[in-house]
C-alpha cells in the first residue's frame, strides 16, 4: 500500500517537474524576445540620433512628417510586442503559482 503511495506522489512529483521545465523554457523564450526588443530600441535610438544629426543639416518637411511615422510606427510595435511578452508571462506565472502550491501541499 505504501509503495503505490509513494508511487503516485513520485509520478506527481515528476509531472510537476516536467510542467516547471516547461515553464522555465518559456521564460527563457521570453527573456530572448525581451532582448531582442532592448536591442531595437537601442537600434532606434542610434538611428534617431543619427537622423536628428542628418536633419540640422538639411531636411524638409515631408522629411521630418515621414521620420515622425517612421518612430511612432516603430514605438507602437515595440508597445505591442512588449504588452504580448508580458501577456505570456502572466500566463506563465500563475501556473507556476499553482505548481507551486500543489507542491507544498502535496508534501
Do not use: W
Request: glycine share 2%; charged share 40%; no cysteine.
Amino acid at each position: 500500500m505504501e509503495d503505490s503511495v509513494l508511487n503516485q506522489i513520485l509520478s506527481k512529483v515528476e509531472s510537476i517537474d516536467r510542467k516547471v521545465k516547461e515553464i522555465d523554457r518559456k521564460t527563457d523564450v521570453t527573456n530572448v524576445r525581451l532582448d531582442s526588443l532592448d536591442t531595437r530600441v537601442d537600434m532606434l535610438a542610434v538611428e534617431v540620433i543619427g537622423v536628428k544629426e542628418r536633419m540640422d543639416t538639411f531636411a524638409t518637411k515631408d522629411d521630418l512628417r515621414s521620420f515622425k511615422d517612421e518612430v511612432v510606427g516603430t514605438v507602437v510595435d515595440f508597445g505591442k510586442r512588449l504588452e504580448r511578452a508580458e501577456q505570456e508571462f502572466l500566463m506563465t506565472y500563475p501556473r507556476f503559482d499553482r505548481i507551486e502550491r500543489h507542491v507544498v501541499l502535496s508534501a
